[in-house]
């Protein structure tokens, strides 16, 4: 279709809209929202509950010794982690294996076994966490290429729910991002539910502090 | 005109089947009224939904221009399409354009309502559904019965059935989770072999120029992180004012669909990937005429959660393939009729006016009000069967006259239970096939006040 | 002292006349000043219901005339009140007197408990029931808060049958899903109507109920016609059958 007749369908629409447009109505604010007495027990209960795993650490330097424990990580052959310092075992044999920056394509994430990426935020009534586009590294579709993820949110960035979460999102414009709330499930087969779909098929939270 | 009631009936014939469809909605149903008693704002929240989307339709020509400034600035290209047939050639063009004939979609019931997949396909793209649901009634060659939870007219042993024919899974294997990894690993080879990703869209910004897509299973995330090029597509009316109105719809969407505080994945995209190409296909198809229709522009708020369907007790008991359109349920009674009123008159009548879809509807449409309005409008309009329109003629000529209204009654009370059961009980009488007729008293309730009227203590 | 016009809906008339007994019964009781104007044939639901609305605006504008001089309206009906209340507006808006109908006229539970303000019910009334919550009485009246919604809990019925001695109000698994009666539909969509009449007996019968009761006569139509063609053992009552057993204050 050329875009004469593309600036036309346009022009059709916008005035089409116009002529039969309802009367005016003021836009509200949105209501006083649940705030909780514990956001972080809240957070962890509802991650939980939606299939993630959650383990609370006192730094990010506790983090590889809790990730040693996980049966996604251990058994992982291929590790990508886009947080400074995590993923690194003591052990010496560097568990993070794949090199993000020298991929030259997303196709290429294909087999990484096990991701760790850093989120934003959490949000207690619904266990989401905001992952921004710049915390994805050169590729951002690792987060659901990877069969088992693994996500970083500094504790004292518990929101109550989204209505806060909105007041501090800052899109990168143009840009990307994200509320991810535990691993890729589905229920399409006879509403049993399977945790593992075509995104990761574990999610595993690590509250920093 | 086979309607919707011929074809509950034989849904509802097999009540094994029907029962088992029933429980498996209400269930979902539970689950959102679990979801909704945890949000002590959620009346609020409904009534915040409604009023935003009011807003929003009453401006909305604007809000459409500064999304496409904003999207524009974000690199995101903007297309408009009056119609269906715009709409397909518009999606068209831009494969066709870079040579692309591998498309993985993720859902989309407007690309459903325009017939994007065999318009495709006609022209030599492969087209895949991405969402494990969709892909399933996509191997069958069958519509989805529900726009949420598309496969919920099959079981898992039918599911079974067909990976094994189409995937190779192994013979009479039905665990959901053996034939979901089976599709995992399926529609991995689909996405990574993909050129280009389509998706639905959930909410267009209109301040930030993005849009927002809702998934669990990460299929949009795949299809549109992979391939370099995203085609989102979406009807004018799925625009929201400010980023800060998701906060309202997010917390609805999810709880009420599937029960669920929210999905797994809530992706905001403002601008294509590296190296990519982001486009966005704005849609009328008729939406700006309902739009002008004061009865039926609320329809327009709806933001395609399913908890209509999943409320409704005729929808659990007839299944979403008795409406013949692509979304069902008490929704459906109302955009399927709009878009076609002779086609579709059955549908505002499949419905007992109970009302629970106006009550679980996120943006509280007044579905059930408008369900009644359309089914004058239909009456206005002489689609309504003559017989039919005429045997409300007879019925008002005698209810306007209580003499005749009496005498009726009494006739009808008189010979009733004087007839043999046979002739009672006849084809005739949809009522007498599976209930009996009420009581025929000897004396109506009138009767029996003539002697309360006469000072006489009634029977 | 007002005067009350009992409205007593076509099928009440016709087939339950002992309901519109119970209903004159229960409100003289009150000491209600009731009257029951034998002009009055039928509110128009039908036709309306059916999309005739133009059929149904003769019964409307009979309704008011018959109706209109009474300072409130009372039926032993959720549905035929709602037409009033909620749909009569389309043909009567404007006419003498109509506003003052539109506000006045009751089904009977709730003006026991809203204009009345029945405190007490006392009397016996032993057994198993069944409350079945008409939709548009619970809907359209909102004589209960229904279950989609998210506020405070109350049922009017409820408070006016729970007192009584004896009773059991069973707890059903869906406690307001429709019977299927819904008018017209009961006959258009035959098959799904029944069925979902069936599986509201089913709850009822699982849940230990005896008896089934409501406010609305053409629901428990659908059901009685149900019960007695599967020859089931259940009992159909309408609540003020109930209530004119009990003494009301």
Same mark, same amino acid.
């Not at chain 1, 039969?20 to 956001?39: G, H, Q, R």
């Not at chain 2, 999207?71 to 290209?77: D, M, R």
């Not at chain 2, 690993?185 to 267009?204: C, D, E, S």
């Not at chain 2, 209810?399 to 010979?415: H, I, N, Q």
């Given at each position: ?123 207690a009534e619904n266990g989401a966490v905001w992952v921004a586009g710049s915390a994805l590294g050169p590729q951002r579709a690792i987060f659901v290429v ?64 | 005109?086979?309607?919707?009631? &011929?074809?509950?009936?034989? /849904? ?30 959620? &009346?609020?929240?409904? &009534? ?20 496409? %400034? ?22 068209? %063009? ?15 019931m407007l690309t459903e309502e325009c017939h994007l997949n065999p318009y495709l396909e006609a022209r030599g793209i492969e087209v895949t559904d991405t ?8 191997? %069958? ?49 689909? /996405? ?43 009807g004018f009316e799925k625009i929201v004012p400010r980023a800060k109105d998701l906060g309202v719809f997010l917390r609805l969407l999810a709880r009420s ?19 990519? &190409? ?19 522009? @609320? ?89 039919? %329109? ?19 009654? @009494?006739?009808? @009370? ?27 008293? @000897? ?17 | ?249």
């Amino acid at each position: 279709m050329s875009s004469r007749v593309e600036a036309s369908g346009r022009d059709a629409i916008l005035a089409s809209l116009r002529r039969n447009a309802p009367p005016a109505s003021p836009l509200p604010e949105a209501p006083a929202a649940i705030v909780y007495d514990d956001p972080e027990k809240q957070f962890a209960e509802t991650f939980t509950s939606v299939g993630g795993r959650f383990v609370c650490v006192a730094s990010l330097a506790d983090i590889d010794a809790k990730l040693e424990k996980l049966e996604p990580y251990t058994q992982a052959r291929k590790v990508a982690s886009l947080i400074p310092g995590v993923g690194r075992t003591i052990a010496g044999v560097g568990r993070t294996n794949v090199d993000l920056a020298a991929l030259k394509d997303p196709h290429e994430l294909e087999g990484l076994d096990f991701a760790i990426i850093a989120g934003e935020f959490g949000v207690a009534e619904n266990g989401a966490v905001w992952v921004a586009g710049s915390a994805l590294g050169p590729q951002r579709a690792i987060f659901v290429v990877t069969q088992h993820l693994a996500l970083v949110v500094p504790a004292d960035q518990i929101v109550h729910n989204m209505h806060q979460a909105y007041d501090r999102i800052r899109f990168e414009r143009p840009g990307f991002g994200l509320f991810i709330s535990g691993p890729s499930k589905t229920a399409d087969i006879e509403q049993a539910l399977v945790i593992g779909a075509h995104g990761a098929r574990s999610c595993a939270l690590f509250l920093v502090g | 005109m086979i309607g919707h009631a &011929e074809k509950a009936a034989p /849904f509802a014939a097999n009540e094994p089947r029907a029962h088992w469809h029933d429980q498996a909605l209400w269930f979902v149903r539970l689950k959102r009224d679990r979801q909704a008693e945890s949000i002590p704002e959620w &009346e609020a929240l409904r &009534e915040a939904a409604a009023a935003i989307k009011a807003h929003t339709l009453s401006r909305i020509a604007d809000y459409l221009e500064e999304f496409e %400034r904003n999207a524009h600035a974000n690199g995101i290209q903007v297309h408009w399409a009056r119609d269906a047939a715009e709409h397909n050639a518009i999606v068209h %063009r831009i494969l066709a354009d870079r040579g692309i004939t591998r498309l993985v979609k993720s859902k989309s019931m407007l690309t459903e309502e325009c017939h994007l997949n065999p318009y495709l396909e006609a022209r030599g793209i492969e087209v895949t559904d991405t969402d494990l649901g969709e892909r399933i009634v996509q191997l %069958r060659h069958e519509p989805p019965s529900h726009i949420v939870l598309p496969a919920i007219h099959l079981k898992k042993e039918d599911i079974g059935e067909l990976f094994h024919k189409e995937l190779g899974t192994a013979k009479d294997a039905s665990d959901p989770k053996y034939l979901t990894e089976a599709a995992r690993a399926h529609l991995r080879q689909k /996405f990574m072999a993909a050129q280009a990703g389509l998706t639905g869209v959930n909410f267009a910004i209109a301040e930030t120029g993005g849009f927002v897509v809702c998934t669990n299973e990460g299929n949009a995330d795949m299809g549109t992180s992979l391939p370099p090029v995203h085609i989102a597509c979406m009807g004018f009316e799925k625009i929201v004012p400010r980023a800060k109105d998701l906060g309202v719809f997010l917390r609805l969407l999810a709880r009420s669909a599937t029960g669920q505080p929210v999905t797994t994945y809530t992706t905001h995209f403002h601008g294509p990937m590296r190296g990519g &190409e982001l486009h966005v296909v704005i849609v009328d198809n008729g939406r700006s005429a309902i739009l002008g229709q004061e009865t039926f522009r @609320r329809s327009l708020s709806c933001i395609r959660c399913g908890a209509c369907m999943n409320t409704c007790p005729v929808f659990r008991r007839s299944g979403g393939y008795s409406y013949g359109y692509i979304v069902p349920g008490p929704i459906g009674s109302l955009l399927a009729p709009l878009r076609d009123p002779s086609q579709f008159a059955s549908l505002p009548f499949a419905s007992s006016l109970c009302g629970s879809c106006s009550d679980v509807c996120p943006v509280r449409i007044d579905l059930h009000h408008e369900l009644y309005a359309f089914r004058q409008k239909l009456v206005e309009n002489k689609t309504v069967p003559l017989f039919k %329109r005429m045997a409300m003629a007879v019925m008002t000529y005698v209810l306007a006259r209580t003499w005749a209204y009496s005498l009726a009654g @009494r006739l009808m @009370r008189w010979t009733m239970p004087r007839l043999p059961r046979a002739l009672v009980y006849g084809p005739w009488n949809p009522w007498g096939r599976q209930r009996e007729l009420p009581p025929m008293p @000897r004396q109506s309730f009138r009767d029996l006040m003539k002697h309360d009227l006469n000072n006489e203590e009634p029977k | 002292m007002p005067k009350v016009g009992l409205f007593i809906p076509c099928y009440v008339d016709q087939f339950y006349p002992q309901v519109g007994l119970a209903t004159l019964r229960v409100l003289r009781s009150l000491g209600v000043e009731v009257e029951f104007p034998e002009e009055q044939t039928c509110c128009g639901q039908p036709m309306a219901n059916s999309g005739c609305g133009e059929y149904a605006r003769p019964l409307a504008e009979k309704f008011l005339k018959i109706f209109g001089k009474y300072d409130q309206v009372v039926a032993p009906s959720g549905s035929c009140v709602s037409m009033v209340r909620n749909h009569y507006a389309q043909w009567l808006e404007g006419w003498p007197n109509f506003d003052h109908l539109r506000t006045n006229t009751f089904e009977l539970c709730e003006y026991l408990v809203d204009v009345v303000r029945v405190a007490k019910v006392e009397g016996d009334f032993p057994g198993k029931v069944g409350l079945h919550m008409s939709c548009h009485g619970l809907r359209e009246l909102r004589l209960a808060r229904s279950s989609e919604l998210m506020v405070k809990p109350f049922n009017k019925v409820r408070f006016l049958l729970s007192q009584l001695q004896g009773i059991e109000l069973v707890d059903l698994t869906r406690p307001d899903e429709c019977c299927g009666f819904g008018g017209t539909f009961a006959v258009n969509e035959e098959a799904v109507s029944c069925l979902m009449g069936r599986d509201r007996i089913a709850d009822h019968e699982k849940s230990g109920a005896e008896i089934i009761t409501g406010f609305d006569a053409s629901c428990l139509m659908h059901l009685e016609g149900l019960i007695r063609r599967e020859k089931k053992q259940l009992r159909v009552m309408h609540v003020a059958e109930i209530l004119e057993r009990a003494r009301l204050s």
